[in-house]
């Protein structure tokens, strides 16, 4: 391919401006900012557009605005190329919309048919067969500002032993695969500290910790509720137990209480046999009727004393008047028979003893009767005492069978039956028919209220449990989320290896395809641009780029700057013709020669013109010697400020 | 007399659900969701009163189900008029310490197993047996020892796998449960759903996961009549699809249901590097890009620096490797071009 001419509508500083370039070797002349190197630019985005996502930092500014138009609102031009099968084709470009489009000579849009062009505006990968890397590392060789500076021989050789491992003087593959494998230690694994691995591990490691601390407390609340479960079945079994305890017991008690009733009816039993069938009515009647008829008597006993003795008294007196009248009456019978009839007489004097006798006799009936009325009243008063006595008896007997019978009801009372054949029933009805207590009512109970008191403690732990809001399946899925994080670094240790071995399976290809051409080239360049005075230059195994000088191999190193900086313009080229393969490539140069001597500038510049027969070269300067110059067909385009 | 009944399986309450970690609470939600939807169930079954709620299995996750989650599943069944008859599945094994062991359950739920592998209900003339599944593992042998008495219904409730011999979980031939007799084999363990003579296997509840793109839900049904039906439950449904990119903005309109989970796997070519955009407004959509990079022109075409040969080396290799690699390479794509370039890896 050639570029027949760029037309400028806006770029940089240019603006409107066309340039037209021959076959051959073209000599682009313009003074320090005359805009070479943003013509350079303008043909190098025109073909390739400007490296997407660049951004600004550090005091580099981006292509795409560095270049952004000084005086003008469009931002573009377009090319007039001639194709390697002698098309013309015209190419625009707007870099304010970053729309490409390319015309035939008939003016009709053909971009499509650019596959590169057609997706990613990579119009030069299509047209010159190099991708935008090996396009800036081959042919298109800027002011270098690394090569201004001719001690940093360093910098130069790095470059060389890039292109050696990977085709391209920018990258290190060396450099690349060590950063990978930083990448990969960086991440860290088992043996390492610290690192993303680690804290993943470590992460991993104490959340499993509390997901089995989880897993574990949900076990302990299972434990609980089993727990739970045979307290309750012992609890069931123990008041069973206090039951028979207490079945036993009040049978006990109910048996005691039977036997001292019993008893209470052996000590009554007797006393009732001792009461009287005294009819207290009939008593209470006589006592009545008796204490109406001796209620003028108030000492019946001292009454009847003084009958007696009146009565006495009297009978003394009827006998005395009896024996006086007997006494009278025989005197004077005695008289009337001793001595005169007439005095018979005076037994007539007897008369007043007999009235008194008389009358005594009928006072003694009298007191007779009331001593007799007495006697009654006495006997009957002894009877009702007797009667008094038997019944204050009954009433003491009475009185200790009540006793007896109070403590039976009392009994009755303390069991809760009204009567002794309930107490009996009672007996019966916690009767253990022969099932004893394993343990006394008291053991029972204190086992229980143990047992109550655990059951509460369990009862209180699940409650808690209850309340508890912790998700164990989160926990999971936290850990399970690290482990994928994990697995993760895993992976991308693994991108990182896959990486590395692509790198180095790319270098090899590199250094198997391309090396053996490049230094083929390289040799036969260097041997024409520093006339025969160095060729082969090459690279072995070791990565060290040498040279054979006078049959023997010399590091580049150890060449002065001037040859070393003939030697980067050998690879250069060498790389623009190698990368290029079938394509015929132009050749862009920016001050190529302003540190060589005048013997290297011919000899390069000779080169050059020989090498224009076969790519077109655009050579950019700010002057150009003339001894150069003599008896070579150049186009020369001048650059004005 | 009507013998209804409810037949669900395989709830898997408190299941853990990594799989749907890409929204952050997704499967918290997902879980609750799982529980309201069964406790839906338990509702319609307090309305509609069936004799009997047959839960088949794998109820709840062993090792992530909490007390309190079981009381209030018990809460519910005490609510219930019927009885509900439950066994342990492989997720819910019986064991020395389970909630089915020794949670105080609800008087109308008989939990069967190794201690108690049937239970007769004289009044419904019902006669329901259990085979679950404990840490031993299964427990079908005891089927060996089952003689049915005509004079009742005959329930299995079983946790296993029929006609699959290579299983390990409860495997039992149909036949074999034919020849026993059961008028009603209530079966649970596989979340598919499905019907072979009087087997009945409602599959999972709900769906739980991208595999279980079918049918979701509960039999219902009568003992007396034999007729049975399936409800659908109400849950999400889980949707796994393969959509070329190109096709991947008529998702909206293919599939309208917002509420679904949906996993796509957009096929296709790549032609940048642009992340894939997740339809907006879904409750849960999980993109695979499983794109192919464009094929660029072979090196035999255009020469190529490491850059170019690295690209070409690596795209080759995806094309050789079981694709849930593809996204290594691709990584490795980009930190090599990124190493390649001495920029910053991108390590996270």
């Known amino acids: 391919m050639r570029i027949i001419a760029a037309h400028i509508y806006g770029y940089g500083k240019l603006a409107d401006r066309t340039f037209n370039f021959k076959e051959g070797l073209n000599l682009v002349l313009g003074k320090n900012e005359s805009g070479k190197s943003t013509l350079m630019s303008f043909i190098k985005a025109m073909l390739y557009g400007h490296k997407k996502n660049e951004r600004e930092k550090d005091g580099f500014i981006p292509e795409v605005k560095k270049y952004k138009p000084w005086n003008s609102d469009k931002y573009g031009g377009y090319l007039i190329l001639e194709t390697d099968e002698k098309k013309i084709l015209r190419v625009e470009r707007d870099f304010n919309g970053k729309t490409l489009s390319v015309y035939n000579e008939y003016g009709e849009d053909i971009t499509n048919e650019f596959s590169f062009s057609k997706e990613n505006e990579m119009l030069g990968q299509d047209l010159l067969g190099m991708d935008y890397e090996c396009f800036t590392n081959s042919s298109f060789i800027c002011q270098d500002k690394s090569l201004l500076y001719a001690e940093d021989k360093e910098h130069i050789a790095q470059k060389l032993m890039n292109i050696n491992e990977s085709g391209e003087e920018q990258i290190s593959v060396g450099k690349a695969v060590k950063k990978l494998k930083e990448g990969i230690t960086l991440l860290g694994n088992e043996r390492t500290k610290g690192r993303k691995y680690n804290i993943l591990s470590a992460q991993i490691r104490e959340e499993e910790i509390k997901l089995t601390n989880m897993q574990n407390e949900n076990k302990k609340c299972m434990e609980y509720l089993a727990e739970a479960e045979e307290i309750k079945k012992e609890l069931e079994e123990l008041e069973k137990e206090e039951k028979l305890c207490r079945k036993s017991e009040t049978f006990k008690r109910v048996n ?231 697995k993760a670094v895993g992976e991308k240790q693994k991108a990182l290896q896959c990486a590395i071995d692509g790198i180095e399976e790319a270098s090899k290809q590199i250094r198997e395809e391309i090396i053996p051409e490049m230094n083929k080239n390289m040799s036969e360049y260097l041997e024409k641009i520093t006339a025969g005075k160095h060729d082969n230059l090459s690279t072995g195994s070791t990565m060290d780029l040498n040279t054979e000088h006078n049959k023997t191999i010399r590091s580049v190193y150890s060449f002065s700057d001037g040859t070393l900086r003939q030697m980067y313009l050998a690879f250069r080229l060498a790389a623009a013709k190698v990368f290029s393969s079938e394509c015929v490539t132009p050749v862009f140069m920016d001050e190529t020669l302003v540190y060589y001597d005048e013997e290297r500038k011919k000899s390069t510049f000779d080169f050059l013109y020989e090498l224009s027969r076969h790519n077109q070269i655009l050579f950019f300067a700010t002057d150009m010697e003339n001894f150069l110059l003599e008896g070579k067909d150049i186009a020369v385009i001048q650059l004005s400020k | 007399m009507v013998l209804t009944f409810f037949h669900m399986a395989d709830i898997h309450l408190d299941q853990p659900f990594s799989s749907l970690g890409l929204v952050e609470g997704f499967p918290a939600k997902r879980r609750e969701e799982i529980f309201h939807e069964f406790m839906r169930v338990l509702e319609t079954a307090r309305e509609e009163q069936p004799a009997f709620l047959f839960i088949a299995g794998d109820l709840y996750e062993h090792g992530y189900t909490n007390i309190k989650r079981i009381s209030k599943i018990n809460e519910a069944f005490s609510k219930l008029k019927g009885n509900i008859l439950l066994i342990s599945g492989n997720h819910d094994p019986e064991s020395k310490n389970s909630f089915y062991s020794h949670f105080p359950w609800s008087e109308n739920v008989h939990v069967l197993g190794r201690n108690k592998p049937n239970v007769i209900f004289e009044k419904e003339k019902v006669c329901v047996y259990g085979i679950g599944y404990d840490t031993g593992g299964g427990q079908a042998k005891i089927l060996e020892t089952i003689r049915t008495d005509r004079k009742y219904k005959n329930v299995l409730l079983l946790h296993g796998d029929v006609d699959l011999s290579l299983s390990t979980y409860n495997a039992v031939s149909s036949d074999m449960l034919k020849d026993i007799g059961f008028d009603y084999v209530a079966l649970g363990h596989n979340h598919r759903m499905y019907i072979k003579d009087n087997i009945f296997n409602p599959g999972s509840l709900c769906a739980l996961s991208f595999k279980e793109e079918g049918a979701h839900g509960y039999f219902k049904g009568d003992l007396s009549t034999g007729e049975v039906e399936f409800v659908n439950s109400k849950s999400r449904k889980y949707i796994d699809l393969k959509m070329d990119y190109e096709k991947l903005a008529d998702f909206e309109s293919m599939y309208p249901d917002k509420r679904n989970i949906y996993r796509i796997k957009v096929t296709g070519t790549k032609s940048d590097n642009k992340p894939l955009a997740i339809p907006e407004g879904y409750d849960y959509v999980q993109l695979t890009d499983a794109r192919t990079a464009k094929k660029e022109k072979k090196a035999q075409e255009i020469t190529r620096g490491i850059k170019g040969r690295f690209t070409d080396i690596m795209t080759s290799k995806m094309e050789n490797i079981p694709s849930e690699e593809i996204k290594i390479y691709e990584d490795a794509l980009k930190l090599g071009l990124q190493a390649l370039s001495d920029e910053d890896l991108d390590l996270e």
């Open chain 1, 256 to 486: 005691e209480n039977i036997e001292e009733y019993e008893g209470y009816n052996n000590e009554i039993e007797p006393l009732k046999k001792k009461l009287s069938d005294t009819d207290i009515d009939a008593y209470e009647k006589r006592r009545k009727e008796f204490d109406t008829v001796s209620g003028e008597y108030k000492e019946p006993e001292k009454a009847y004393e003084k009958f007696v003795k009146e009565e006495k008294r009297n009978n003394t007196k009827i006998t005395a008047f009896s024996i006086l009248a007997i006494l009278i009456i025989i005197t004077g019978a005695v008289l009337a028979i001793t001595t005169d009839k007439l005095l018979l007489l005076s037994a007539l004097a007897a008369i007043p003893f007999i009235v008194l006798l008389l009358i005594t006799r009928k006072k003694n009936k009298e007191t007779v009767n009331e001593k007799e009325k007495l006697d009654d009243i006495i006997k009957t008063k002894n009877e009702l005492e007797q009667i008094e006595t038997v019944l204050g008896n009954d009433k003491s007997f009475n009185d200790l069978i009540k006793g007896y019978t109070g403590l039976q009801e009392d009994i009755l009372r303390k069991e809760d039956v009204s009567d002794y054949n309930a107490l009996l029933e009672k007996a019966d009805i916690y009767n253990p028919e022969g099932k004893e207590p394993s343990m006394d009512y008291e053991e029972c109970l204190n086992r229980i209220q143990t047992k109550k008191v655990r059951l509460g403690v369990v009862k209180a732990q699940l409650d808690a449990y209850m309340n508890s809001d912790e998700q164990i399946a989160s926990q999971k899925e936290h850990i399970l989320l690290l482990e994928e994080q994990k």
